[in-house]
């Protein structure tokens, strides 16, 4: 029947069509057993589309009318499972409307019946009979993981799993394999969540059950939220939306838009979440599903990080909500409603009142999202704080961080570790503002320490091979050279466009857990920085409450300078990289190289003046370890002028160049040089280096492929690639260098099992980094460092190829005469330094 084809693939409208019709022609045929038997499924499955379109008052009928026909039908056995099948849908239904608990009422009577038959009676168990059954228990998985029954759900899907081997029950597996993943992530296991996501879907993509796939894909991004991957489930989330209304089904565009609104609300769009909250709730609240409130619980979040005044009002509505979510046992949402009233209550002032409320929270569960962790504590130092304890606020900020780093020490893939950190952003802010207003620079540079690059802290392992992985990356590759022959050919893009976004999005989510990390390096102490860092200076940046600041470690002092606001500084930083990148060309008309010239100086000399001269006093002529914050990552520091000349090192922090510095050093003498395609200086570049380096290993030409020079990379001491690159903001693990047979992406740089000790790009723009909250920098040249290699030199903005091939020849060549790498990169540089934008990065 075309009417239970259309509903199995999730295409309700149609269905019900369908189905009307076939219940119309059902209804004139001669009354007999077979006439009430389709009857009874004709009504009950239509029950169910009407309720995923209409609302659940409309199915209610039509199932009470399913249940008076089965009572007609004479076999008790067709009887039993007529009504467990429409159990089945009501329940389904139940369980979309945001009721897990009563959804499990109506799978029980026909489970029940159904075991008890399977000993009893095994003759009369049916393939229809253990289909339904294994449905059902799974289903009842779905819900009892929904309400955190962890144990029961596995239960069950442990039965389905022994079903399915006895009776060849394919079609379930994919089903299984959801529960499965809603599991885990309702018991806080979110790497192995994850990859059962994946699984399912491409399952269900193979399967071409788009419908099935989209349900699947929003269970997944709940996972990613729960991660912290707040950015990348927004941009997944808008291009689903206008899709899923074009198909008009509520529920489905209603769920999509509150993901959307809890992606902008940890992304601080508040104006964004509130606006996606709002249409989810008018669309929710129509159909009478409960996950309406879990949407107003969103809006009113937002709206109270907004309003500059709390009211009494706010704080009642928080508490109302909170009643409403935990009576229809949405108990971690009631928690999380009844806890931003206590944040409320705090910012009136109302002290006592917020303390009463927080003694009737019950502490967080082993299962308790790792958002609502750092609610608490964030709640907890609040209140301390406006008690005058600044000591409790700074230690709950700290517990509630190390609980942070507990959740990333279970990740893998870099993407995953550095999104956690969205969730101690509000944490780490209070904690750094409650150390510079101590005035004590130790505490500060600790906190900096503690809340920055946590990418950067662990010990990489090897790379566990995947091999759909690597064909996930070859199709990015391929796709990327069909890419650059259409646009060659003026043929459209678009298409190329979407299937590369696409293979993009798969191969990172492989990547989550193709990387391994070893344990935690330790915090690098004041003492450890002091006895690496000798006659040099290192200057950590920080930004907060709009306000730069510059921890200055110098001399066996820790010592902190206030910058004043921090937005000319960061605004100055953008304004130099465009400016630095208009200036690459080499061969710009004299008159635009004048004028853009001018802009950069101008730029330069402004973050001179603004970061580098009220330091002069301390640092002196030293050679210095910088530890940037925000834009200032971008920033080539010998373009300033008061650091024309001087070696200058960058590092995503203290700890992460500490761990540069001490890694032991490879002793192969193995020296790499690579060139890529289409660079009009490259050739003489590698004569000469060719000529230093005699005993070097070169490739060029088609010898230049991505695997030959991973594989060469591996163990190297010293490698120089010449070639073209390009940094990926939005998706920062595919910035890539181009090679004979398409790019090197920053993903596969994982697969070294002994990372090179030094790199250098003679590349475009590979130093730059996607930045997210706490300074989580990730970009090529961080891959690098976070997978082991000591030192990169890159550039940070685009340079010219004529540009490039004289700093490198200069760099070269003080790094043969026995110059270190930041020592040989500042003398490169000094000749020309805006058009030759190189940052030295690691250890220097």
Known sequence: ????????????????????????HADRAQDSPERTDLRARILYNLGRCLGETSGLDTAVELFDQARREIELVADPWLRTLLKGNADYNQGILIMRLGQPEQAVQWYEPFIGFAENALRTSPERMTAEWMHWLA????????????????????????????????????????YTVVALANTYKQSGDLIEALRRYEEAERIFRAAEQPSVLAAVQLLHAEAMLMVGMSDDVGRMLDEALPVLRQGKVSQDIAEVEMYRASAALLDDQFDLARRMAKASMRKLEKRGSTWSMMAALIELWAHAMQVKRVTNALVQKALSLSSQLEANHLLDEAWLAKVLAVRLEVRRGRLAE????????????????????MQRR??????????????????????????????????????LVSATAVHGRELRELAIRLALESNNARQVFLWIERTRAQTYRYEPLELVENPELADRIAEVRGLGRELMRAGLDGRPTTRLRAEIAKAQREANRLGWHAQRWGRTR????????????????????????GEM?????????VRMVRLGVAEPALEGAQKLHFDLNALAPDHLPPPLVQVIGASARKQADALDTLLIKPLAHLIGEREL????????????????PSLHGRPVTTAPSATAWLAATQAVEPRSDRVLLVRGP??????????????????????????ATAGEVLAHLDGADLVHVAAHGEHENENALFSRLELFDGPLFAHELGRLRRPPAQVVLSACSLALNRIRPGDEALGFAGAMLAGGTRTVVAAASKVGDEASAAAMADYHRALLAGAAPAVALAEAMAKDPFRRPFLCLGSG
């Open 625 to 640: 370890v910088m530890v940037p914050t925000g834009s200032l990552y971008a920033v080539p520091w010998g373009v300033l």
């Open 549 to 557: 600041v510059a921890v200055v470690l110098v001399g066996g002092r």
């Open 678 to 703: 289409g660079l009009q200086f490259a050739d003489g570049e590698l004569d000469r280096l060719g000529a230093q380096h005699e005993k070097a290993t070169v490739l060029a030409g088609d010898r």
């Open 354 to 373: 917020g303390e009463e409320l927080l003694r009737q929270l019950p502490r967080p569960r082993a299962v308790t999202p790792i958002d609502h962790r």
């Open 522 to 545: 330790p915090m690098a102490t004041v003492g450890e920085v002091f006895a690496e860092l000798g006659e040099r200076a290192m200057v950590s940046f920080v930004v907060s409450n």
């Open 135 to 174: 449905t059902s228990l799974t289903s009842r998985a779905l819900a009892n993981a929904a309400i955190r029954r962890r144990e029961l759900a596995v239960a069950d899907l442990e039965r389905v799993a022994v079903l399915s081997r006895e009776h060849n029950l394919d079609t379930i597996y994919p």
């Open 378 to 415: 964030l709640v907890l130092a609040e209140l301390a704080l406006a008690k005058g304890d600044r000591r409790t606020a700074l230690l709950h900020a700290r517990k509630g961080l190390d609980e942070l780093g507990l959740v990333r020490d279970q990740l893998g893939g870099l993407e």
């Open 1 to 24: 029947m075309r009417g239970w084809a259309e509903q199995a693939k999730f295409r309700f409208l149609p269905a019900s069509r369908h189905l009307k019709r076939a219940l119309a």
